[in-house]
Nanobody, 119 residues
Framework: QVQLVESGGGLVQPGGSLRLSCAAS????????MSWYRQAPGKERELVAH????????DYADSVKGRFTISRDNAKNTVYLQMNSLKPDDTAVYYC????????????WGQGTQVTVSS
């Protein structure tokens, strides 16, 4: 079955960096656009970054532009989120999502990884 497994979360001080990974299995990874979402306590889940299935185009929430970078390695079935200059407001559970480019509306979610930015 399809699995998306996030890793790389943790506790980091303000101004620090983390790199999240999302490893996919059970699907043809290159047929899926990938996104990172996050959900902070008491808030709705929000889109953080998106990358097309070939990796040629990316998009970011205004709140993370210039600080976060999404990338993917289709040979490793993995998408990454490099997070720099982290702020306490970045504290959230981060989820990856796979969206089929062949069958719009068909998607999968990972289980999430906690990122806490605190001194």
């Amino acid at each position: 079955q399809v699995q998306l497994v996030e890793s790389g979360g943790g506790l980091v001080q303000p101004g620090g960096s983390l790199r999240l990974s999302c490893a996919a299995s059970g699907l043809i990874f290159s047929n899926y656009a990938m996104s990172w979402y996050r959900q902070a306590p008491g808030k709705e889940r929000e889109l953080v970054a998106h990358i097309t299935n070939g990796g040629g185009s990316t998009d970011y929430a205004d709140s993370v532009k210039g600080r976060f970078t999404i990338s993917r390695d289709n040979a490793k079935n993995t998408v990454y989120l490099q997070m720099n200059s982290l702020k306490p407001d970045d504290t959230a559970v981060y989820y990856c999502r796979a969206d089929s480019v062949r069958f719009p509306g068909f998607r999968y979610w990972g289980q999430g990884t906690q990122v806490t930015v605190s001194s």
